[in-house]
């Protein structure tokens, strides 16, 4: 089982950026497919973005597309989601998850067996 603690979550307003960072310990992160959700209040758990073990392989969520980006560095068991032109609709709780689907990197939730508690993420108008 992997650890995973996410941070980074706060408060911006309208437009701005946020950086997520998940830091993963326990069993190795080696060959674990990354994911980031996020859940806002009322609704259903929202696929965000995915990526492969290397760092070739990136999905994205329709809603996100051009202002997210998911990237990794193996060297410190750490995923990241860089987020520009935040929106009000961004508003949730982020959630970090980690999976070993092969070779490409799922999209749904049940594709990782390892979350994290989740960061509240509020943006502003």
């Known amino acids: 089982q992997v650890q995973l603690e996410e941070s980074g979550g706060g408060l911006v307003q309208a437009g701005g950026s946020l950086r997520l960072s998940c830091a993963a310990s326990?069993?190795?992160?080696?060959?674990?497919?990354m994911g980031w959700f996020r859940q806002a209040t009322g609704k259903e758990r929202e696929f965000v973005a995915s990526i492969s073990w290397g760092g070739t392989i990136r999905y994205y969520g329709d809603s996100v597309k051009g202002r997210f980006t998911i990237s990794r560095d193996n060297a410190k068991n750490t995923v990241y989601l860089q987020m520009s032109s935040l929106k009000p609709e961004d508003t949730a709780v982020y959630y970090c998850?980690?999976?070993?689907?092969?070779?490409?990197?799922?999209?749904?939730?049940?594709?990782?067996?390892?979350w994290g508690q989740g960061t509240q993420v509020t943006i502003a108008s």
């Open positions: 326990g069993r190795t992160f080696s060959g674990a497919a």
């Open positions: 998850a980690a999976g070993y689907s092969g070779t490409f990197p799922g999209r749904a939730s049940a594709d990782f067996g390892s």
